[in-house]
């Protein structure tokens, strides 16, 4: 058994990163242990019980003092390192039980293309707008992060044009392709979302991605950048589109819903609502998208708040390349890729599903 005092982050990192784990966790009182295809399961090697002072003497190693002090006023601290070569570390460090403790996001550095991650190629479809919103949704874990890198990616190979990113932290490094592009990270490059927001049209960029949507500030700044020239990717935690547009509206005062729906259908290009779903042969787990793309007819059904109509819509839109939950999983049953079982455990609608089987 090894000297936790020894233990380097690094190391348990490259452990996890090696089995292509999603996270790596670390708490007093246990081993480090980590995330894989959506499992937490043991961190492989000879790794002791860890004290809570060996935790703390793990994340200092990639703490600055203002996020020790950060941490040690609020118990709470997101930050980010990298693993040269390797992959982005984006970190949460928290408190359980009085002791800290970290949960380890690991994000590789090469950037997977739409066709990798099992996407539609219509989704491609959304980085040609010049002006607009595109937003992709989704529980924490869902590989939303992973699919606005590919789609970043495909602008950044084929325009020349700014591409500016404001995240908290910062998960994914684009270099500079045929784009040009700056990452400010919150609290390092600016202090917040809002001001990073307020300031960006300042900064010439043609493309805009706001790591998350948090709150009815950042939507209408985000909103207001999309219908003035630029076009505005982000993130919303929700698991559909109906649920992603419902949610926005509810985020706005009622006197304000009218007119927050004509801004919508007006500057909405697409939502790709998006679960990781664990395949069948037990290797990990594959992208099952929802994805709205903004025709007319789905302009006119968000401008008039007829929210309800979308699913039909998207069911019926095959054409513009939209597909529904349920479409996307039944083509994976259908492919051996995903277990009917497993399939129903994702379903939007289950019965729906169990007839598409059927037929």
């Known amino acids: 058994m090894r000297d936790a005092s020894t233990i380097k982050i690094r190391e348990l990192i490259e452990a996890g990163y090696e089995l292509t784990a999603s ?72 408190c359980q039980r009085g002791h800290p403790a970290a949960v380890m996001r690991i994000v590789p550095s090469r ?40 789609l970043l990616d495909i602008i950044n190979e084929n325009r020349r044009c700014h591409i500016v990113t404001i995240e908290d932290p910062l998960e994914v490094e684009h270099p500079d392709k045929a784009a040009y592009v700056s990452q400010r990270e919150i609290g390092i490059d600016t202090e917040d979302f809002y001001p990073a927001m307020r300031a960006v049209v300042r900064e010439a960029p043609d493309i805009i991605l706001v790591g998350e949507m948090r709150d009815i500030t950042t939507m209408n700044v985000a909103l207001q950048a999309g219908e003035t020239g ?25 006197h304000e819903k009218v007119h927050l729906c004509q801004r919508l259908a007006n500057s909405l290009r697409a939502i790709c609502a998006q679960k990781l779903v664990p395949r069948a042969d037990g290797q990990g787990r594959v992208v099952v998208a929802e994805i709205l793309v903004c025709t007319p007819t789905v302009s006119k059904a968000v401008e008039d708040g007829h929210f309800g109509d979308l699913y039909h819509l998207m069911n019926e839109g095959g054409f513009w390349g939209m597909q529904t939950m349920n479409q996307g999983l039944a083509r994976y049953v259908k492919a051996g890729i995903i277990t009917e079982e497993v399939a129903m455990n994702y379903a939007g609608i289950v019965s729906e599903l169990k007839q598409m089987l059927r037929r």
């Open 230 to 254: 630029h076009l505005v990717f982000s993130t919303v935690h929700t698991a559909s589109a109906y649920e992603t547009l419902d949610r926005i509206i509810n985020m706005f005062p009622p």
């Open 23 to 94: 996270d790596v966790l670390i708490k007093a009182n246990s081993k480090p242990r980590m995330k894989q295809h959506s499992f937490v399961r043991d961190l492989p090697g000879d790794w002791p019980v860890l004290t809570g002072d060996d935790v703390r003497n793990i994340i200092n190693q990639v703490m600055n003092d203002r996020q020790r002090h950060i941490f040690e006023e609020t118990n709470e601290m997101d930050l980010a390192f990298v693993l040269e070569g390797k992959c982005r570390v984006r970190t949460n460090l928290y």
């Open 111 to 150: 950037i997977r293309t739409l066709e990798e991650l099992g996407l539609p190629p219509s989704l491609a479809e959304v980085t040609k707008h010049r002006q607009g919103l595109v937003l992709v949704t989704g529980p924490t874990g869902s590989g939303k992060t992973t699919t606005l890198a590919a």
